[in-house]
Each structure stands twice: as C-alpha cells, then as structure tokens.
C-alpha cells in the first residue's frame, strides 16, 4: 500500500461545505490515500479584512503539499476584495486551466449528445495579467501579454494531455487575423510544437467562428487549447450547452502546484438545503486522484458517478420528468455514488485513467535564441484635444528635430495623418510615430529623450511611449491601419 498523499482542502462559502462533505465522502469510501489539511478561505476571510480572501497562514499548507482541493467561495459584493482565484492561479504558477466537458445523452438533457470535449485554457496571460490604465479623460488601456514561455507551457501540456489521455485532435483558437503578433505568436508556437506529435490530427480556428462552431457542433472537437480570454468564455459556453454547469470540474495545473474545484460558483441561495449538485467538485476531484498517482481511485469514483446518472439518480438541477428515477438531495446522491464504486457504466462510456508522469507534462524545452534588436523609432502617445489631425501633425513635425521623423499619427490604430479621412472618429489619445530621417538607420534612447523634452516644452501631454524595434530586420510593432 502506498504512503497517503497529504492535500489541502477548502470548504467554502454558500453550497461549498455540503458538494465539499459530499465529495470527501465518495472519496473516502473509494480508499482515496489522502490526509486532508483544511483551510479556510474566502467570504469570512474576506470580512475579517484580508482582502486577499486567504489568510497568510494557509499558503504554508499549499506550498508545503501542493495539492488543492476547493469549493466553491463567494466574492462579497463591493469594491476592494481581490480574486482568490486569480491570486491562486498567479502565485502558485497555475498555467494551465483544464475543463473537459462531455455530454451524458440521454440521461442529461443536451442538444449535443455526442459532445466530448476538454478545454485547456491559458492561465497567467492574456489580458488577465490584469495590468491597465487610464490615460486621458476618454481612454482607458488593457495590456494583452501573450509570451513565448508561457504559450509554449501550455500549447506543450494540451499534447501531452491529448496523448495520456486517447484524444485525437488538438484544435487551436486565436484571432490571428487581426492581433497578428500577440495571437500570432500563439498561433505559430501552435503549428511548431504541434509537429512534434505526429499521431494526433491538429487544426486552427479563428476564434469567433470557431466558437460558433463549438456552440453549434461540439462534437467536431476533442482538445482544444487557446489564450486566457478566450478559453474563460468558451469553457463555460462548452459546460452549459453539454447540459449544466454542476456538472464539470477544472483542474488548474502549475510546475509545483496544483488546484481542482467545480467550475461554478458558491449558489449561496441554493446554500443550506441539501440540494446543490456534487458532481463538478467530485470530477475535479478526480482529476486530482490522477495528478496524485491514484488513477485507480480515479477510475473507480468516476466509473461510479457515470453508472449513478445512468441509473437515473439526479439532483434537481439536471433531473428531467421521464429520464430520471429518482430525485436526490447532495447527501443522498453522493450515497448513490458511494454505493454504486466497483461498478460502471452500462450505456455511457466507461473512464479509464492511468498515471501520468509529471515531470514531462509542461516541461519548456526550446533553445533561448536571441535575435538582433535594434531600435528604430518610437511611438509617442499624446493626450491633446486640440482640434484637427493636421493641427496636430504640423505641430508635432516642427518638434521632430533633425534625427528623427513623424512618420504618421494614428487614432485608436487608424492613420489620420498625413493624408487621413474627415469620416474618421476621434479621440483625445493620438499615437505620432518617429523613425530616423535616415532610411534604415537606428536611433539612441537620447534622441527620444530630448524629442519628449521638445513635446513636454511645447505644451504637449506625452502620456507614454512604446520603443520601436527590429528583430533580426523583422519589425517588432505593427503598423497603423492605413499606413
Ligand atoms: P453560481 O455558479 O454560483 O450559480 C449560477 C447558477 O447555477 C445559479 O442558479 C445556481 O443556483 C446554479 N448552480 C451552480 N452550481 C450549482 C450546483 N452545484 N448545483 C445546482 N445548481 C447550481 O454563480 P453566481 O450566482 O454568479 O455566483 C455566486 C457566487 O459564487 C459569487 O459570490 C461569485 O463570486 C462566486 N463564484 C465563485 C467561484 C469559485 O469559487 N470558483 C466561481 C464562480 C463564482
């Protein structure tokens, strides 16, 4: 018999202590080998003043066994209170968000019987680095980070999964098209890992009609991978439309640490009644027994969990007149599960689960290639409401000085000068872009100094400037649309 694995458990706000009794129950019963660390987070943490919703304490016991079983919390309503599960993902490296989500027809009413799909969706990245700005009276920013790094963690851990886990495809969604570098980069890291799995049939969507895709025809899909933003909308999307949103668990997966929850939220008034639905909890718990080296455990709950909805047994959320037998509170199904390990499915697919090696899953094996960088101009961003783009642009041109020049202005990405449309909306956010008077030739950080020196003198607001760069002669910026 193997050593038990120590976890650290929340239990959560709203429904979370009865899905979180429920689950620990199957658990049990199935001779899971965990010791459990309890810790609590969220609403009451929150209220005691920690707007972090965890206290300093409790991050010893996930560092220490890094392994995370949680409930659902609640957020208290108001400003000032901090994700915990933002904070989680961030502080303990949670890369990669998996939700596989499948339909069970006909025993859970879904348009979309033959759905099976796992979603693997970027954690860290994206417009989730969260780092924004308000930089004139009309215009706020939202950095949208996509890193080499950080797509090839999880572009590599979406194969890996598709390989330990039988699928077939891997599908990439990005918007390519038009945020040809951000998304592009993801794209590209995509095709390039991508050719080092041979067996497994790989594709690429735009993401708007991909998405409409997975909306209308899931089963055309197996894994799909894809940046933060996005994968945040789709997963639901997937969970809702293969029947309910009880019913899907998420794993967030780091280098060190681990976290596995439901993928819904605390249904604080659904709290206290024995009547929420255990099931998205207990098959996050499952993917939780196979990170830890248990895929027997894993087999043999989840084996049971399909055999119990087969059998008709549901919680009000997905109990249907005519397709259930019977209607079970959170206590009584998780007894219905309990009862029924050792057995599986008759009509469903039964799991089976085997253990994955760890250390290869998520491993960055690229060569640290460094391109020549050479800086080439600079965009200073102006916040003037001034009046017409020509105004501006005769302005901003006498200020160029004798190295550099006002290649164009843009508005919101639009070139407007020289040579704009009057049709074109603007804002009081203008974009001037200097290169060098000289073809070709780089400029110094100097030269840009001394031009918003000029700017500053000549009553100009510069709010902020994005250096200009070649990489290996490619350009480093895109252009303005228009230029
Ligand atoms: P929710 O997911 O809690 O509820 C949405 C709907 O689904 C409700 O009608 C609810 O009754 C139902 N539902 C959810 N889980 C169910 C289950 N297991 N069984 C039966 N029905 C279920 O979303 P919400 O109402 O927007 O949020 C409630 C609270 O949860 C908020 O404070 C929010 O911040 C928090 N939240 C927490 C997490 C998390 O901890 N991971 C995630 C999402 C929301």
Redesign the pocket.
């Known amino acids: 018999m193997s050593q038990n694995v120590p976890i650290t458990v929340a239990h959560?706000?709203?429904?979370?202590p009865e899905?979180m009794a429920a689950t620990l129950l199957v658990l049990s019963e199935a001779g899971a080998r965990i010791d459990i660390e309890a810790i609590e987070i969220?609403?009451k943490v929150y209220l005691r003043g920690q707007s972090s919703g965890i206290e300093p304490g409790a991050w010893e016991s996930l560092r220490r066994t890094q392994v995370f079983l949680?409930?659902?919390?609640?957020?208290?309503?108001g400003g000032g209170y901090k994700?915990?599960?933002v904070t989680t993902r961030k502080m303990l490296g949670l890369y990669a968000n998996v939700r596989p989500t499948a339909a069970y027809h006909p025993f859970v009413h879904t348009k979309h019987p033959g759905m099976d799909i796992v979603i693997v969706r970027e954690n860290e990245e994206d417009l989730y680095a969260g780092i924004e700005y308000r930089q004139t009276d009309d215009v706020y920013q939202a950095l949208k980070i996509i890193t080499r790094p950080g797509t090839e963690k999880i572009v590599r851990y979406a194969f890996e999964y598709a390989i330990r886990h039988n699928r077939n495809k891997v599908t990439c969604f990005t918007k390519d098209n038009i945020l040809k570098m951000s998304d592009g980069l993801f794209h590209k890291v995509f095709d390039e890992i991508g050719a080092q799995y041979p067996t497994l049939e790989k594709e690429h969507w735009i993401v708007d009609i991909g998405a409409a895709k997975l909306a209308d025809t899931p089963e055309a899909f197996d894994v799909i991978v894809l940046p933060n933003m996005y994968g945040d909308i789709l997963s639901d999307v997937a969970a809702q439309i293969a029947g309910?949103?009880?019913q899907a668990g998420s794993a967030n997966i780091g280098d060190q640490c681990a976290m596995f929850?439901?993928?819904?939220?605390?249904?604080?008034?659904?709290a206290g009644q024995n009547?929420?639905?255990?099931?998205?909890?207990l098959l996050g718990a499952v993917m939780m027994l196979v990170h830890i080296g248990q895929p027997d455990v894993a087999e043999r709950v989840h084996n049971a969990w399909l055999r119990t909805v087969e059998d008709g047994v549901h919680?009000?959320?997905i109990y249907a007149e005519g397709v259930s037998r019977e209607k079970v509170g959170t206590r009584e199904f998780a007894r219905a599960v309990a009862d029924r390990l050792g057995q599986g499915p008759e009509r469903l697919k039964a799991v089976s689960y085997r253990a994955t090696p760890k250390e290869t899953i998520g491993a960055v094996a690229t060569s640290r290639y460094r391109a020549k960088k050479e800086l080439v101009g600079v965009d200073v961003f102006v916040h003037w409401r001034g009046g017409s783009p020509e105004q501006l642009g005769e302005q901003v041109e006498a200020l160029s000085g004798t190295d550099l020049r006002l290649s164009m202005i843009s508005n919101r990405g639009v070139k407007v000068y020289p040579g704009g449309f009057p049709e074109t909306f603007c804002v009081d956010h203008w974009r001037c872009r200097f290169l060098s008077r000289s073809e070709g030739r780089t400029i110094t950080h100097g030269q840009i100094i001394a031009l918003l020196q000029r700017i500053g003198n000549a009553g100009l607001d510069s709010i902020k400037t994005e250096n200009l760069y070649t990489f290996d002669g490619e350009p480093g910026y895109s252009l303005g649309q228009g230029e």
């Open positions: 959560g706000d709203g429904i979370g899905i969220g609403e949680k409930a659902p919390i609640t957020t208290p309503q994700s915990l599960n309910s949103v009880g929850e439901a993928i819904h939220g605390s249904a604080p008034r659904r009547v929420a639905n255990p099931s998205g909890l919680t009000s959320d």
